[in-house]
């Protein structure tokens, strides 16, 4: 099993595209790149191998209950 590693670089990556369900729109929260946000929101989901959210053509969304991060959304 791979060691998941989670630094501030992605908390704060995967906490503003789920508050934002967009990444574009994360990316300029953030004041990153898009590629380097979305590498960031990814490396968890790759390191624990569960989804997180899947990119549909509004957005984003979440392949689990909205409840489990009721703050968030």
Not at 19 to 33: D, H, I, P, W, Y
Not at 40 to 61: C, H, M, N, W
Request: aromatic share 10%.
């Amino acid at each position: 099993m791979k060691r998941l590693i989670l630094n501030f670089r992605h908390l704060r990556a995967l906490i503003e595209v789920f508050r934002t369900k967009n990444f574009s729109l994360a990316e300029k929260q953030v004041g990153v790149s898009q590629p380097s946000l979305h590498r960031a929101a990814r490396d968890p989901e790759r390191l624990s191998g569960i989804t997180l959210f899947e990119k549909v053509s509004q957005g984003i969304q979440f392949p689990w209950p909205a409840s489990i991060f009721p703050a968030i959304h």
